[in-house]
């Protein structure tokens, strides 16, 4: 039962390092930070605000996130049985 929960963390944690990998550094990539920069000092923080809130809103509603913490927590749960 041991094994069984460590391999279900391990594969959890994975899972949620990549997905959020992808859903938060990948979903912004590099062309859209140097886009940020404007040249002229006139930037728009509530733009860059809404970037970020948008972000977190997408993380926050997908599904292998949710999935992964599920797995992460029934892991422990099946380690102290």
Known sequence: MQQISDYLFMGSLILLIVTLLLKGVGSTGSSNALGNIDLQMQQNHKNDL??????????????LIWTSIAGV????????M
């Not at 927590?73 to 102290?80: A, C, Q």
Request: charged letters at 25%; hydrophobic letters at 40%; proline letters at 0%.
């Open 50 to 63: 809404d970037k970020q809130d948008s972000i977190f809103s997408r993380i926050f509603k997908s599904y």
């Open 73 to 80: 927590v029934l892991s422990i749960v099946i380690s102290k």
